[in-house]
């Protein structure tokens, strides 16, 4: 099937490593021009050299922080300035601290506020005006699913996530009628550091071994194994592909059947 995505151009945030990383080369691959950030430059360049010799394709890479608005606006404009526009605008970031209400400040809280909900409105804010001029486009939030079942110990991911789905669903109706679609993906568990970083932690603390601690947390998913970060990327090339030109205001988990709620 031929997504449409060729010389299309897409920004993709916090995309070094993990699902970020895994969606740009995704688009890359359909000969999308990508670009790309992350705070680490060192990181960044070696995951921008390996997408370009993986696909062929474009990559510009921007190191920045993400829940900095001014860094925002920047990474935005230099992309403009150098592939010409924006047609696809990938919103993520790195995960917020976890903790229970007791254990947070009040400077978590905002801290978590700016860098899982705000980077996605300014992102936003700094990229539709060019989405505009181009006749459409396509706005893909990352979230967790998290924000259909709110996951016990992440009082920050649950509160700042669900703000994204609140903005991107009203965002969603006031954006049609520029052929600008703005959707959400959450991502159940998939393969990437901060899952390995999580399951060795566990594993230490309950004395078992980090094989142990993957069986524990895929218990509780029906197709039983840890998703793949390709897997994950594919719908999101999809939702940000020509073929996805019906579908805005949705929030579709991609969990091997986690999620236990009805919608
Ligand atoms: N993997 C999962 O199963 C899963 C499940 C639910 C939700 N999520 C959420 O999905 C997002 C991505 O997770 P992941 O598993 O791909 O994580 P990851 O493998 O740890 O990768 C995180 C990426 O984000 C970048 N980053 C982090 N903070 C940033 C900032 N302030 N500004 C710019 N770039 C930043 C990192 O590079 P630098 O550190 O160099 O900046 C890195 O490229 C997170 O919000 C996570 O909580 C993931």
Avoid: W
Avoid at 30 to 46: H, N, P
Avoid at 77 to 90: A, E, Q, Y
Avoid at 234 to 254: C, D, H, P, R, W
């Amino acid at each position: 099937m031929d997504l449409g995505l060729k010389d299309k151009v897409a920004v993709v945030g916090a995309s070094s490593k993990g699902l970020g990383r895994a969606i740009a080369l995704g688009l890359a691959k359909e000969g999308a021009k990508v670009t790309i950030c992350a705070r680490s430059e060192d990181v960044l360049k070696e995951t921008a050299d390996d997408i370009r010799q993986q696909t062929g394709s474009e990559v510009f890479a921007i190191p920045i922080d993400i829940s900095q608005p001014e860094q925002v606006e920047s990474l935005i404009g230099k992309s403009i300035s150098h592939f010409g526009g924006i047609d696809i605008l990938v919103n993520n970031a790195g995960g917020p601290r976890a903790g229970r209400f007791d254990d947070l400040t009040a400077e978590d809280y905002e801290t978590a506020v700016n860098l899982n909900l705000m980077s996605t409105i300014n992102l936003c804010r700094a990229a539709v005006p060019s989405m505009r001029t181009r006749g459409g486009g396509r706005i893909i939030n990352l979230t967790s699913v998290s924000v259909k079942q709110p996951v016990d110990g992440l009082m920050l991911s649950n509160m700042a996530r669900t703000g994204v789905i609140g903005f991107a669903k009203t965002l969603a109706s006031e954006l049609a009628s520029d052929k600008i679609l703005v959707n959400n993906v959450c991502p159940g568990i998939i393969f990437t550091d901060r899952i390995q970083q999580l399951a060795t932690v566990r594993a230490e603390e309950a004395g078992i071994t980090f094989d142990e601690a993957i069986e524990k947390m895929t218990a509780d998913i029906p197709l039983g194994r840890i998703g793949d970060t390709e897997e994950f990327a594919n719908m999101v090339v999809f939702l940000a592909s020509e073929k996805a030109s019906y579908i805005t205001g949705t929030t579709i988990q991609i969990d091997g059947g986690m999620v236990r709620s009805l919608l």
